[in-house]
């Protein structure tokens, strides 16, 4: 039994296809459609309600490492102009021994062997990334990089930052994410659609700027909501299970919402949550929540605010997976200081006091889902629970059911009409 994954653009081609691997193979193929998160990541999910023992994943793709079943991306095969390209290239860096790292979309890795061997004769400090499906193997060698699911070595002594980066794609999340992530090189596009090459004039300063405010804001907050952003990536129950530890250690209250999609409408529901923490893929991260009715965060982020150990390096990191115990960015929780030695902060948006503290690690717990409360006990679970702290502080908390206390009657005919001027009701004169 074999999940095959189609974003959808190619959904139209999914029956088609299912019918010629199932007569080609013998496996029972299960099309999977609406992802409930991006369609760039393996819904492993979906592939485990129908049993699927393997899945294929066509279309772009994160290339994020799934945790249980083997995987085999398809990325098909947009045109590309390689001789438009090669042009581009070399309006865009006339000198010949510029040091370059060649980027691409995934729809174009196949034109990707042409391009290198119009370019290398010519360009000797070029390199070609390549793209890794799943975790790779072994630790990476000094000067290698390993991100996005790209890995290229920089043998040069200055580094990565003598380098600069031409990427091949369209304009979107993926440009986005590296030009963050590596803000210290300048970076080129080709667009294969247009046939068009440029500068990318994005500001990355100003969008660092921006991110760097969405930290202070999290520094503000007193309740985060944690979006689960996807349920396939490798490690995102170790990284929810860190961002409690850290929210409770930082004296914030947090929930953890799985909402599939977020929108402006689902989050606005939730109004007592100061701001969001989206964990997601690398690519889908970065969330541009200007029509939110709460900001919406990285995990790196609101580690840079809450975490006093982890401080701003320059360096980006939208993958977070990098946060965990035993990556190369891992950082570790110090330990408690007492609220009297705490040196107190002023907050550069609204300009109060606020602790910016770690408490100790927090040894309270709910009590089991399954178990019995008390109407008497709710005060006690307000002190520890989030959700029934805010319910204590309203005035109305909603319709109480009265259950065998209602008198049973027959079903009438209600009013009709509109809200403003129901049919039974008369009509003032003026």
């Not at 202070?216 to 299970?241: K, N, P």
């Not at 991260?285 to 965060?297: G, H, M, N, T």
């Not at 948006?349 to 910016?356: H, P, Q, V």
């Amino acid at each position: 039994q074999v999940a095959l994954q189609f974003p959808d653009e190619l959904l139209a081609d999914a029956v088609e296809v299912a019918g010629r691997m199932e007569a080609a193979t013998g496996a029972e193929m299960y099309v999977l459609g609406d992802t409930t998160y991006g369609s760039c990541c393996v819904d492993e999910v979906a592939a485990e309600h129908v049993g699927a023992e393997a899945v294929l994943h066509y279309g772009p793709a994160c290339l994020s490492p799934c945790r249980k079943l083997p995987v085999l991306h398809i990325f098909g095969q947009q045109p590309l102009d390689v001789g438009r390209c090669t042009e581009t290239f070399r309006e865009l860096y006339p000198e010949q021994q510029s040091c370059v790292v060649v980027l691409y979309d995934v729809v174009y890795a196949h034109a990707m062997g042409e391009l290198e061997q119009q370019l290398c004769p010519e360009y000797p400090n070029i390199i070609f990334s390549r793209l890794l499906q799943g975790d790779p193997s072994g630790p990476a060698l000094p000067g290698e990089e390993r991100k996005f699911g790209r890995q290229f070595l920089v043998e040069a002594a200055g580094g990565l930052q003598d380098y600069a980066m031409f990427y091949v794609g369209t304009e979107g999340l993926a440009l986005t994410s590296f030009m963050l992530t590596w803000n210290c090189c300048p970076f080129s596009s080709f667009n294969p659609i247009t046939g068009c090459g440029r500068r990318e004039t994005l500001n990355v300063n100003r969008a660092l700027m921006r991110r760097l405010y969405l930290v202070e804001r999290a520094r503000d907050a007193s309740v985060v909501g944690i979006l689960v952003g996807t349920l396939g990536v490798a490690g995102y129950l170790t990284v929810l299970q860190h961002l409690r530890e850290l929210l409770g250690r930082a004296g914030k209250r947090s929930y953890t919402l799985a909402v599939g999609k977020p929108n402006p409408a689902k989050l606005a529901n939730f109004l007592e949550v100061d701001i969001f923490v989206l964990v997601a893929c690398a690519q889908n991260s970065l969330l541009d929540s200007s029509d939110f009715y709460r900001p919406v965060v990285t995990p790196y982020e609101l580690e840079l605010a809450c975490n006093p150990a982890r401080e701003w390096t320059g360096n980006y990191l939208t993958d977070f997976r990098d946060l965990l115990p035993g990556a190369c960015a891992h950082v570790e929780l110090p330990p408690a200081v007492p609220a009297a030695e705490a040196v107190p902060d002023v907050s550069l948006i609204t300009g109060k006091m606020r602790a910016t503290h770690l408490c100790g690690p927090l040894t309270s717990q709910l009590p089991s889902s399954t178990a019995l409360a008390c109407r008497d006990q709710t005060r006690a679970l307000a002190e520890i629970s989030p959700a029934a702290s805010f319910l204590e502080s309203r005035s109305w908390r909603g319709l109480e059911q009265q259950l065998g206390q209602t008198p049973v009657s027959k079903a009438v005919q209600g009013r009709r009409g509109i809200a403003i001027a129901y049919e039974d009701e008369g009509c003032e004169q003026p």
